[in-house]
């Protein structure tokens, strides 16, 4: 198959290119298109044969759901049956943006493989004005997971999808690299009390400022019961090489890296810029940085996935990753650091423990 590249010029109208990436999603092509978490692979959430594309293009797993992308608020009441007064609140206070809303879904409105046979659907209004505009020229639901091949970290440039997809996907709509760099949070908004299924854009604590107190996935999955979202029992965001995540002092890092190097290993860093300075006396590292030296975790969780990649264009057969702090976004960037490495940490003994 062809893969169209269409390049959005900032600054102009580019209505020519929305006007056709929107006749490929209408006649049931997939296209890949930015939001402002990471780029996105649409197609028609009302196909069935549309959507079978993503599944295909993607080796996703088939009982894993799609979260369904509007440009309109209203566009909603067509495949939803019900709004609670929380998830009202959501909308209102983070529409368009990175939360994704579970509801009951309205029978028949959508094809069943978007919602993997369940009776609800993940619901999203983007911010980014590209997938706006191209989700309001289709003017369709627009089935959209990340655009990557199953497994693999997620796209935060049009490259990283030509680099998984060219020759599966029938377009890309390039806009530049992302903004938020991590995926949408999941909330589960058909509980009395929500439920944080993946963490995301929008942090834990926002949420909590509108709607009072949720609960989050982490404890569901401790008290041992099924997890909600499907997505979370498959490994994800994976490079290459194995990825390990480092606690410690400065000292410790150079013993880790002696001990892999000693082991037969290329080590490969993914660190911001502080720690990177620490460990620059060593050698034969391939470094990758997540922040510049503010080391923001806004700034790490945008260059996170960028990074991840960078290691599969290296000779690395080790990745070691630093840990950031578990606030704000920093829950998004752990959740999937943890899965990128498989929960493998290695911590620095310390006394008394
Ligand atoms: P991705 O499309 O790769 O960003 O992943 C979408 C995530 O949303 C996955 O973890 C899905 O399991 C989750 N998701 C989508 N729709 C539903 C739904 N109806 N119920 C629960 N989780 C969902
Ligand atoms: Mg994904």
Not at 20 to 34: D, I, N, R, S, Y
Not at 113 to 126: C, F, K
Request: charged residues 20%.
């Amino acid at each position: 198959m062809d893969t169209h590249f269409w390049k959005i010029e900032m600054g102009q109208a580019n209505t020519e290119i929305y006007q056709q990436a929107a006749e490929f999603l209408k006649k049931g092509e997939t296209v890949a298109f930015p939001t402002e978490t990471v780029y996105g692979l649409g197609a028609d959430a009302t196909s069935e044969q549309a959507v079978q594309k993503i599944y295909q293009a993607k080796g996703r797993p088939a009982d894993n759901p799609l979260i369904v992308h509007i440009a309109k608020k209203e566009q909603m009441h067509d495949f939803v049956t019900e709004i609670p007064q929380q998830a009202a609140q959501l909308i209102d206070a983070f529409w368009p943006g990175p939360l994704t809303i579970i509801l009951p879904v309205r029978s028949g409105a959508l094809a069943r493989n978007v919602t993997a046979g369940l009776q609800t659907v993940g619901v999203r209004m983007p911010s980014h004005p590209v997938s706006l505009a191209l989700l309001e020229a289709a003017y369709l639901p627009i089935a959209a997971p990340s655009a990557n091949r199953s497994g693999r970290p997620s796209p935060t440039s049009a490259a990283h999808v030509a680099e998984d997809l060219t020759g599966q996907i029938a377009g890309i709509v390039d806009g530049g690299e992302t903004g938020v760099g991590l995926e949408s949070t999941v909330i589960d908004c058909t509980t009395e009390v929500p439920t944080i299924l993946r963490p995301g854009g929008v942090s834990i604590e926002q949420i909590e400022q509108v709607i009072g107190q949720v609960h989050s996935a982490k404890r569901v999955l401790d008290s041992a019961e099924a997890p909600k979202a499907p997505g979370m029992k498959y490994t994800h965001y994976a490079p290459n090489a194995p990825v390990f995540i480092v606690e410690g002092s400065v000292e410790f890092w150079h013993e880790t890296i002696r001990k892999q190097q000693e082991a037969g290993e290329k080590v490969g860093l993914l660190v911001s810029e502080g720690l990177a300075d620490k460990l620059m006396d060593m050698d034969n590292l391939e470094i990758w940085l997540t922040t510049s030296r503010e080391k923001s975790l806004d700034q790490v969780a945008q260059q996170l996935y960028k990074g991840l990649r960078a290691f599969d264009h290296t000779d690395c057969s080790v990745i070691l990753a630093e840990s950031y702090e578990r606030t704000e976004i920093g829950e998004a960037i752990m959740n999937r650091l943890e899965k990128a490495a498989g929960s493998k940490y290695l911590r620095e003994a310390t006394e008394g423990r």
